[in-house]
């Protein structure tokens, strides 16, 4: 899960000049940020810390030796081992989260400084019905067509207990290259042109990536006349790039919220979605359940919450997708006729082998890597392109 923390520069204009606007009384810098989504799968349970830094500063900072646990309702303390700079790891077989129990996060800092958030109670997350794709052509900012396809989910509770969504995903997809480089080449200063071409030993035509949602997607049914949850887009995919060009998966995770959990949520959206103007929500206001024990007015970011997690998704192929309009492809205009007394010097320019010439011929045909080597794009790791 990825909290979106947004540090707003805002300007006032008057008489040709710029004035920086700061908050009165708010430090936007080294904020306390809590990531943490309790659930009761068995891959257990992490909750990530780091603060804010200043404006123009990408990344936060991990915060690190912090002492974690989760105690339970029945005062039963879960620590959580320290994985990673910041991130802190409890097992699924030493803390096994349960429906209707509430849980209360408990921090201290290296510094000293005492952090809690308010009791959750562990939600029940009905199944994802289904998610499917529509193949659509949508527009760009500067009025380009962009083929691809809209994703969705269907979800529903039949007992009208859940009232509100939260989704997260992870897109994986197949990279192959248009040019397959089928040889290497061995060095030999005894033969024709000082070497001759060998078989690949590590194929580098098929790789794959990976991406997480960044975007907040939280749906609320509580005007609705059922529990229902129709047609929400959680991604579109174009045509621009591999993903959409081999094979393509998605797996949808979703969380039940509590009514205080999607306020925070959805401010937490809009804020991200609509910034710009001096009349947007600020982020400085965007604090969550959790708070200084010693000081109720420092502004801690994030959001602990409980609930079970609904899994689904989709993969699709290439063959599935005729209507959809491609990029033209370019690699097979590029490739070139080397002999053998050059193809070193193409090497280190960055070629590869795509196939020999004829037999008996002292002559290779090459492509540029970035049309033969998909670990430029990817790794050779094939991941998961559907839940366990």
Request: with cysteine.
């Amino acid at each position: 899960m990825r909290i979106i923390t947004l540090a707003i520069l805002i300007f006032f204009v008057s008489v040709g000049c710029l004035e920086r606007f700061e908050p009165q009384g708010t430090k936007l810098t080294n904020l306390l940020v809590v990531e943490g989504q309790l659930t009761t799968g068995a891959e257990g349970n992490t909750i990530k810390l780091s603060r804010t830094r200043a404006i123009g500063m990408k990344d936060m900072i991990p915060e690190q030796n912090a002492i974690v646990k989760v105690t339970d309702g029945h005062s039963n303390d879960y620590l959580f081992k320290e994985t990673l700079p910041g991130t802190y790891y409890n097992p699924a077989a030493d803390l096994t989260a349960k429906v209707g129990e509430k849980y209360v996060l408990d921090i201290v800092t290296a510094g000293g400084s005492h952090y809690q958030s308010s009791p959750v109670t562990l939600k029940q997350t009905p199944p994802i019905e289904k998610v499917y794709y529509s193949s659509e052509t949508r527009l760009t900012d500067d009025g380009r067509a962009l083929s691809g396809i809209a994703i969705y989910l269907d979800a529903f509770d039949e007992n009208n207990n859940t009232n509100y969504y939260r989704w997260e995903w992870t897109e994986n997809w197949e990279i192959q290259m248009p040019v397959n480089s089928k040889f290497d080449f061995q060095v030999d200063k005894d033969t024709v042109g000082m070497g001759y071409p060998i078989p690949k030993i590590l194929p580098v035509n098929i790789c794959y990536n990976s991406d997480t949602s960044s975007r907040i997607m939280v749906a609320s049914t509580k005007t609705l006349s059922e529990d229902r949850v129709k047609k929400y887009e959680i991604n579109f995919t174009s045509t621009k790039g591999f993903k959409l060009k081999s094979l393509y998966g998605i797996i949808v995770k979703q969380y039940a919220l509590d009514e205080a959990g999607y306020k925070y949520w959805e401010a937490l959206r809009a804020s991200s979605e609509g910034v710009g103007t001096l009349f947007d929500p600020q982020p400085y206001e965007l604090t969550g359940n959790v708070f200084n024990t010693s000081d109720g007015n420092e502004p801690v970011l994030g959001y602990f919450d409980a609930s079970t997690v609904s899994v689904n998704s989709l993969v699709v192929i290439r063959d599935q997708l005729d209507s959809l309009v491609y990029p033209l492809e370019q690699c097979d205009q590029e490739r070139d006729t080397v002999p053998y007394r050059l193809v070193q010097d193409y090497l280190q320019a960055g070629y590869l082998i795509d196939t020999t010439g004829l037999f008996g011929s002292t002559y290779v045909i090459m492509a540029p890597v970035d049309c033969s080597d998909c670990r430029l794009y990817g790794s050779l790791e094939r991941p998961k392109f559907r839940p366990d």
